[in-house]
């Protein structure tokens, strides 16, 4: 199975800031490779796929980058909503596995 | 509108069985695969399992944490997947959500809302 690393595993940030959430896999997986958003309660939502493409409706200071086994999900500038858990997850191969998360949380 | 709603969660005794249901409308229910997901308290996502469309042949696979207990399955007639859970354990205790896979694309991007399985005696 592709194991998959996120980093950090948590984070405090303010308002305003850039946020930079990384991702390793454990063999390369190309772009294959989704990002999403949990918040307390409710299901994840997709707000990356393929590495790079930005779901409809996204706001675009989401933003990823990366293939091989390197991937960053990068918020350009962190709002109020944005306070939540992140999860990166390979559809390379199956087990589709995700990451361990990264909780956003308000310093 | 896509929605993908489950049922059937509970509270069960270790070594029993239940069995999930996913009811799903808003799209081509025949020509997605469908997905299970779950989610232990204060814990990660952890895939369970999928059962691809019928030009795939139905193909079934499993995490091999629950490979030999949990069997997908579903009825394209109802618009509906299924997650059957036997031999369950402690660990097994979750909220386990369904999420679909069109063709042609490799993420989830729809969910269900969750049901809750709680394995306790």
């Known amino acids: 199975d592709i194991q998959m690393t996120q980093s950090p595993s948590s984070l405090s940030a303010s308002v305003g800031d850039r946020v930079t959430i990384t991702c390793r896999a454990s063999?390369?997986?190309?772009?294959?490779l989704n990002w999403y958003q949990q918040k307390p309660g409710k299901a994840p939502k997709l707000l990356i796929s393929?590495?790079?493409s930005l779901q409809s409706g996204v706001p675009s200071r989401f933003s990823g980058s990366g293939s091989g086994t390197d991937f960053t999900l990068t918020i350009s500038s962190l709002q109020p909503e944005d306070f939540a858990t992140y999860y990166c997850?390979?559809?390379?191969?199956?087990?589709?596995?995700f990451g361990q998360g990264t909780k956003v949380e308000i310093k | 509108e896509v929605q993908l709603v489950e049922s059937g969660g509970g509270l069960v005794q270790p070594g029993g069985s239940l069995k999930l249901s996913c009811a799903a409308s808003?799209?081509?229910?025949?020509?997605?695969?469908m997905h299970w997901v779950r989610q232990a308290s204060g814990k990660g996502l952890e895939w369970v399992g999928r059962?691809?469309?019928?030009?795939?042949?139905?193909?079934?696979a499993y995490a091999a944490s629950v490979k030999g207990r949990f069997t997908v399955s579903r009825d394209d007639s109802k618009n509906t997947a299924y997650l059957q859970m036997n031999s369950l354990k402690t660990e097994d205790t979750a909220v386990y959500y369904c999420?679909?896979?069109?063709?042609?694309?490799?993420?989830?991007?729809?969910w269900g809302q969750g049901t809750l399985v709680t394995v306790s005696s």
């Open positions: 063999q390369s997986i190309s772009t294959y």
């Open positions: 999420t679909r896979v069109i063709r042609g694309v490799y993420y989830f991007d729809y």
């Open positions: 808003g799209f081509t229910f025949s020509a997605s695969g």
């Open positions: 059962i691809r469309s019928k030009p795939n042949n139905y193909a079934t």
């Open positions: 393929a590495a790079s």
């Open positions: 997850q390979q559809s390379y191969s199956t087990p589709w596995t």
